[in-house]
């Protein structure tokens, strides 16, 4: 899942950014609002959070626009609480939904959650592959009855292969899906993480559900023990 934040206060932008990604996102943040059009209508978000007191454009005209290039990322926009902007208008111009500043990460992650649920396509919370439940929402995974702890963005890795499971999904999706712009490392970063993966989901229970596909990717398939 990647979202895009758009907030010129720095340290309210570098928050939310720590915020997310502890939560398993990649997140980009920009900081005016034409970078923020620019990112939104190129770069393919599930979500957007948008300032609207923003340098350049302002989040009422980055909405609109948006929406005028008929992009139908869902937008959740932040307001200050006695602002000359008030939120109605923030949802004429097409915004999704709304959080008056200042406001709790707690809220905040509540209010992405419904925003993904909402937008794009409709997908099951709860994906099972074979024995292998991974719970989107809860952010759990288990193996019949067995609980197996992953660490944030293992999860991400693991929710991408089961949202397409039985397909090949190439390494470049995953690092599109799971990490940030801010990630120039080496692709082989997506390795390192199906090998721990298969030692949290396979190893321990017989089982070989991460199939190698070589030259193409990998591909989550329903394995018997
Ligand atoms: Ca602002």
């Known amino acids: 899942m990647r979202l895009l934040v758009v907030e010129d206060e720095r340290e309210l932008a570098e928050?939310?950014?720590?915020?997310?990604?502890?939560?398993?996102?990649?997140?980009?943040?920009?900081?005016?609002?034409?970078?923020g059009l620019e990112y939104a209508l190129t770069e393919g978000y599930q979500a957007v959070i948008l300032d609207l007191m923003l340098p350049r454009l302002n989040g009422?005209?980055?909405?609109?626009?948006?929406?005028?290039?008929?992009?139908?990322?869902?937008?959740?926009?932040?307001?200050?609480?006695?602002?000359?902007?008030?939120?109605?208008?923030?949802?004429?111009?097409g915004a999704d939904d709304y959080l008056t500043k200042p406001f709790s990460h707690v809220v905040l992650l509540a209010r992405v959650r419904a925003l993904l649920r909402r937008g794009g396509e409709p997908r099951p919370v709860v994906l099972t592959v074979g024995d292998l439940v991974v719970d989107q929402a809860q952010r759990r995974c288990s193996r019949g009855t067995t609980p197996i702890p992953l660490t944030a963005k293992q999860f991400a890795v693991l929710a991408c292969l089961a949202r397409r499971s039985?397909?090949?999904?190439?390494?470049?999706?995953?690092l599109d899906e799971v990490w940030d712009e801010a990630y120039d490392g080496d692709l082989n970063i997506v390795e390192v993480y199906i090998r721990a993966l298969r030692r949290s989901i396979d190893v321990p229970f017989g089982r070989q559900s991460i199939e190698t596909v070589r030259g193409e990717g990998y591909r989550l398939v329903s394995a018997r023990a």
């Open 60 to 93: 009422f005209q980055v909405c609109a626009r948006l929406r005028e290039s008929r992009v139908g990322t869902p937008v959740l926009v932040l307001t200050a609480k006695d602002g000359e902007y008030d939120e109605a208008e923030a949802l004429d111009t």
């Open 166 to 174: 039985d397909a090949v999904v190439s390494k470049i999706d995953i």
């Open 15 to 35: 928050s939310l950014r720590r915020g997310l990604v502890a939560e398993g996102y990649a997140v980009d943040v920009v900081h005016d609002g034409s970078t």
